[in-house]
């Protein structure tokens, strides 16, 4: 895997890159609020919902498809809310017979309704959040977290959880190198190996060792880090100030999104 598989910045300078980060998270905040907030059902506010990000996407200059990709790592997640289709009382729709268990599963109107809402919520909460990643580079995200008052253990822990997965794919990256390099090829360029136990033997003690490796190496980061005058939180030389701007955005979009949420309860 490349390392830069891993950085979710898309590099531009469209209008939403250059909005304050603060505003652009609690932006962000607000739209996946109101997305979760959104009644069983409300179909046209989650088109509304889906409009008003593609628009923002646009603005932005980030290809959707890019987005859309990177948004479908979420589903298998959602997926797992399948259940609510067979326990929420309702119309049946479909009755499903599982002859090894026993079991006979009903369908609802009520759970099919449930369920897509919580696609659908989740869809767009995701998708949001992988705009907001793209157009804001990780130290500003942790800056704007600590700038709308998140407690700075919580920042930090968010800071050590994202650098030090590329201290892991490193130390995996190097394993696997070491690995390959001691590894004898048979005909044809057949890999040697053992069994299905043998193999699965080696890899439990490759996930061992690399857990080792990268406890030794988080430790020398550590001391590398407070040798240069980390004290617990991330410092910035710089305090930018929320431009007038920047607040207009925000209101606007805070407005558009309390529009969307009154329609969702009263007309859709």
Same mark, same amino acid.
């Given at each position: ?12 300078d469209?209008p ?12 962000a905040?607000?739209f996946i ?6 009644p ?19 603005m ?6 890019l ?21 929420l ?6 009755t ?17 309704v449930?369920f897509?809402?919580?696609m ?16 804001t580079t990780f ?5 704007a977290? +600590?700038?709308?008052?998140i #407690? =700075?253990v919580?920042?930090?822990? $968010?800071?050590f ?5 590329f @201290? &892991?794919?490193?130390?995996v ?16 360029g ?13 890899v ?9 490796r990268?406890?030794?190496r988080?430790?020398?980061v550590?001391?590398a880090?407070?040798?240069?005058g980390?004290?617990?939180?991330? +410092?910035?030389?710089?305090? #930018? =100030?929320?431009?007038?701007?920047d $607040?207009?955005?925000l209101?606007?979009?805070?407005? @558009? &999104? ?11």
């Amino acid at each position: 895997m490349h390392i830069n598989v891993l950085d979710q910045f898309h590099n531009g300078d469209s209008p939403i890159h250059r909005l304050d980060p603060r505003v652009k998270l609690l932006g962000a905040l607000a739209f996946i609020l109101t997305a979760a907030l959104t009644p069983d059902g409300a179909w046209l506010a989650f088109v509304a919902l889906a409009v008003l990000w593609l628009a923002l996407v646009l603005m932005a200059d980030v290809p959707p498809g890019l987005l859309l990709r990177r948004g479908l790592v979420a589903l298998p997640f959602a997926a797992a809310a399948v259940t609510v289709l067979f326990t929420l009382p309702g119309q049946a729709l479909l009755t499903v017979h599982v002859p090894v268990f026993g079991w006979q599963l009903t369908i609802s109107d009520a759970g099919v309704v449930r369920f897509v809402t919580i696609m659908l919520k989740s869809g767009v909460s995701v998708l949001m959040a992988t705009l907001l990643a793209a157009t804001t580079t990780f130290p500003d995200l942790l800056r704007a977290m +600590r700038g709308i008052g998140i #407690p =700075k253990v919580l920042v930090g822990t $968010i800071g050590f959880m994202y650098r030090y997965i590329f @201290v &892991l794919v490193d130390e995996v990256q190097t394993m696997l190198r070491a690995r390959d390099a001691r590894s004898a090829a048979g005909p044809a360029g057949q890999r040697a190996g053992g069994t299905v136990f043998w193999r699965a033997r080696i890899v439990g003690g490759m996930v061992g060792s690399l857990f080792v490796r990268s406890l030794a190496r988080s430790e020398r980061v550590y001391q590398a880090m407070a040798s240069r005058g980390y004290a617990g939180e991330l +410092r910035w030389l710089d305090k #930018p =100030k929320v431009k007038s701007m920047d $607040i207009v955005w925000l209101a606007v979009m805070v407005l @558009v &999104l309390l529009m969307i949420q009154l329609w969702a309860r009263l007309v859709a």
